[in-house]
């Protein structure tokens, strides 16, 4: 089926889909010209009306969950807001940081696209493991032949808008491919030696309250990442 969606479980009140990179989940104003959604394909797969519980940004790929009927996204959508749902992450990021894993404890503001002054700053913090480092033969920095980049796990305690590419950002260790709060020299360099444009994040793992778990493989562009 053209435009299908990689179905990783279902049960009489959910989905769990494997979220394509490049894809919005539902219309934004932002984005209204942007006719193709997962929720629009997901609901012509699937042959009804589906309520995504949660969103991933445009560039992430990875776990996304669908509710089926209003009940269930209610639940989902509170334990969501309450913080109940573990989620881990894979991101690709500029430099080597110091240490095997830590802790990035940074307040953010509600809206990203705002100026943060004027606004709240609410509790975040986001736990990093380093899976695997890399050294490129490309310059990206003046005055430096290479560029460093690390594999993180990472893992958002609240789920603050943008919150791991704006912690990533912060800790000086910005998300490849990140237009917004990344780097622009270093993104089309990498995307060069690459020979692919993508934001290198990937929900890779979600647990609901219920002890449940889900998991979606990362796309083989991970697995084939030049060393």
Not at 182 to 189: A, C, I, M, P, Q
Not at 202 to 218: E, I, K, S, T, V
Request: net charge positive; with cysteine.
């Amino acid at each position: 089926m053209a435009n299908s969606v990689e179905l990783l479980h279902e049960d009489a009140g959910l989905l769990v889909l494997n979220k394509p990179a490049g894809l919005l989940v539902h219309p934004t104003q932002l984005d209204a010209h942007e006719a193709d959604t997962l929720l629009g394909r997901a609901e012509a797969q699937f042959g009804q009306k589906l309520y995504p519980a949660h969103r991933l940004d445009k560039g992430t790929s990875g776990v996304l969950l669908m509710a089926r009927d209003p009940v269930s996204a209610a639940l989902l959508g509170e334990a969501f807001r309450e913080g109940r749902v573990a989620k881990r992450y894979l991101g690709l990021v500029r430099g080597w940081p110091k240490g095997a894993e830590g802790v990035i404890d940074h307040p953010l503001a509600r809206d990203p696209e705002r100026p943060s002054q004027g606004q709240p700053l609410l509790p975040a913090q986001t736990h990093w493991r380093c899976l695997r480092r890399f050294e490129w033969p490309v310059l990206t920095q003046p005055g430096f032949p290479s560029t460093r980049g690390a594999l993180l796990e990472l893992a958002p305690l609240q789920g603050r808008r943008h919150q791991i590419r704006r912690h990533c950002k912060h800790a000086a260790h910005p998300l490849i491919g990140d237009a917004t709060h990344g780097k622009g020299l270093l993104n089309r360099t990498l995307a060069a030696h690459f020979g692919l444009t993508r934001l290198w994040l990937h929900a890779a793992w979600l647990r609901l309250p219920d002890g449940r778990c889900f998991q979606a493989p990362p796309g083989t562009e991970w697995q084939a990442l030049p060393s």
